[in-house]
């Protein structure tokens, strides 16, 4: 758990550090959260890591990234929605 936190935290800053630079601005929590679980992931399926230890862990945090795309996702739909109505009339 606490190298998941402080990957999440690297990451997070690094992409903070780097949305300071990119024309493309990136949600650094988002982002730091994504590449943790995708090391995480990767590291369990080539066999580096001890899948008993970070199956739960990564589980969690794939869970998040789920909920924060498909809450992003409705925000976007509401507003084409709202676009859709207001052209209706």
Known sequence: MIIAISSILILTSLVWVLNKILLIKI???CAGVSLTW??????MG??????????FVTAI??????????????????????KKIRIKY
Request: include cysteine; proline fraction near 2%.
């Open 38 to 43: 995708l090391w995480m992931l990767l590291g």
């Open 46 to 55: 080539y066999g580096l890591l001890s899948i008993e230890k970070y199956q």
């Open 27 to 29: 949600c650094p929590i």
């Open 61 to 82: 945090l794939m869970g998040g990234s789920a909920v924060g795309i498909t809450n992003k996702l409705q925000e976007k739909y509401k507003i084409l929605k709202e």
